[in-house]
T-cell receptor, first 112, second 115 residues
Framework: GEDVEQSLFLSVREGDSSVINCTYT??????LYWYKQEPGAGLQLLTY?????DMKQDQRLTVLLNKKDKHLSLRIADTQTGDSAIYFCAEWGLEYGNKLVFGAGTILRVKS | DTAVSQTPKYLVTQMGNDKSIKCEQNLGHDTMYWYKQDSKKFLKIMFSYNNKELIINETVPNRFSPKSPDKAHLNLHINSLELGDSAVYFC??????????????FGSGTRLTVV
């Protein structure tokens, strides 16, 4: 069934690295995504990774994918106060019936 | 030139009323979606249309009826509103039926409060 899990809360100091974790169940997932939601706003796509990749780097963002453990992580280097938001991992796969399924979101709080 | 725009942004209404939320995308995408985000921020898909054809219809009360007059528009009509319908409703679109490299593009949401 559909099951994408994330830890609910992460607090870091400005300048530190943040690592947000996600586990999923659909072994046929082809694309996995990280979205960011700021208060009162919609969801903004940060990055994605295709299932045949292990890692993807995009400026301060690094995505790691462990297909064996069905584990996805997002690392934010040099975390800034503007990174404070809710981060959602999402997966798209055939078992889910061609729809994007989201985790419950991780609240990232950055302390100055 | 907002990519996915929803109206209204806020909607406060009484129980039992009927209301509509409108969504328009100017990205030329073929597929549009409605998601519901509850008070715990959990996002759940409700409906999806591809080129005016309903392709995803999740377990949603039949008081909710989507309508797609053309592929750039997807509206959501809700009859006999209940307190439990209070949530943020997001419209989204994608180029094709699959999410692909660009995922879904989301609107800024409509916060519905039923009193």
């Amino acid at each position: 069934g559909e099951d994408v899990e994330q830890s609910l809360f992460l607090s870091v100091r400005e300048g530190d690295s943040s690592v947000i974790n996600c586990t999923y169940t659909d072994s046929s997932s082809t694309y996995l995504y990280w979205y960011k939601q700021e208060p009162g706003a919609g969801l903004q796509l940060l990055t994605y990774i295709f299932s045949n990749m292990d890692m993807k780097q995009d400026q301060r963002l690094t995505v790691l994918l462990n297909k064996k453990d069905k584990h996805l992580s997002l690392r934010i280097a040099d975390t800034q106060t503007g990174d404070s938001a809710i981060y959602f991992c999402a997966e798209w796969g055939l078992e889910y019936g061609n729809k994007l399924v989201f985790g419950a979101g991780t609240i990232l709080r950055v302390k100055s | 030139d907002t990519a996915v725009s929803q109206t209204p942004k806020y909607l406060v209404t009484q129980m039992g009323n009927d209301k509509s939320i409108k969504c328009e995308q100017n990205l030329g995408h073929d597929t549009m979606y409605w998601y519901k985000q509850d008070s715990k921020k959990f996002l759940k898909i409700m409906f999806s249309y591809n080129n005016k054809e309903l392709i995803i219809n999740e377990t949603v009360p039949n008081r909710f009826s989507p309508k797609s007059p053309d592929k750039a528009h997807l509206n959501l009509h809700i009859n006999s509103l209940e307190l439990g319908d209070s949530a943020v409703y997001f419209c989204a679109s994608s180029l094709l039926k699959r999410a692909g490299n660009y995922g879904y593009t989301f609107g800024s949401g409509t916060r519905l409060t039923v009193v």
